[in-house]
């Protein structure tokens, strides 16, 4: 397939896996430049004779990358297991899936799909495979660090509604933490009495008010967590065996 044009790495992914679900048993996606050794895909197969449907490729260890590029990907699937994404850490787009992974895979209809957490949202028996990368022999790769973060960012935006809820929990404390801070500026106002004239009229509104937007920037944030999770129209179950 050629695409009209550069859509994205996951788009042009999903693009292949899409044509040719009904025509194979099984997909393997590997990289181009074919860094990842291709003879682990023997491994991959004989997963997926034993009964696996998503057979993950994982690299050893990342002893081919320079120091930044190591640093940037450990970063990557740090962030995305804190924000409660699930994926497998260095496991990028190296993957076998057999027809009817793919055939659920064609179930998601979101526009923008992040697959390494797809991959494992089908509930399909996964297994993974350990293999070595080599060496880069020509050209660079077109990860940089901006594309790192843009994937870290679309990860998190596809699958994780813990920056909404992390919103909701800060306004809710910063919510008590007024309403303390209230009081103690009453209480101070009362019985201490040396207070500057208007200080108490100008701060416990500051402290109410933005404890109050705070608190519902946060219940805001909830619902729309439940709009995006809505709105994505994601299969509400796949099913794996049917009983005739």
Request: charged letters at 20%; hydrophobic letters at 45%.
């Amino acid at each position: 397939m050629k695409l009209s044009k550069n859509f994205g790495h996951q788009a042009a992914l999903l693009a292949g896996l899409s044509e040719v679900t009904k025509h194979c048993d099984a997909a393997i996606s590997i990289d181009a430049d074919l860094q990842q050794d291709p003879l682990a895909i023997r491994d991959f197969v004989i997963e997926l004779r034993k009964g696996a449907d998503v057979v993950l490729g994982v690299r050893r260890d990342r002893g081919t990358d320079g120091w930044l590029k190591k640093q940037t990907a450990l970063g990557f699937y740090a962030l995305m297991l804190i924000m409660g994404v699930n994926i497998i850490p260095n496991h990028a787009d190296y993957r076998l899936l057999s027809k009817r992974a793919l055939e659920a895979l064609a179930l998601f209809p979101e526009p923008s799909i992040f697959l390494r957490a797809t991959c494992l949202h089908l509930g399909f028996r996964v297994r993974t495979v350990l293999f070595d990368v080599s060496e880069r022999q020509y050209g660079q790769t077109k990860y940089s660090l901006t594309k790192m973060l843009r994937l870290a960012l679309h990860g998190i935006t596809s699958f994780s509604v813990v920056p909404l809820r992390i919103v909701a929990i800060i306004g809710f404390v910063i919510f008590l933490s007024s309403l303390g801070m209230g009081g103690y500026v009453i209480w101070h106002s009362l019985y201490v009495g040396d207070t500057i004239p208007g200080w108490a009229s100008i701060t416990l509104p500051i402290y109410f008010i933005g404890g109050v937007q705070l608190l519902c920037l946060g219940v805001v944030g909830e619902y729309v967590g439940q709009i995006y999770k809505t709105v994505k129209n994601r299969p509400r179950w796949i099913c794996e065996h049917k009983l005739d």
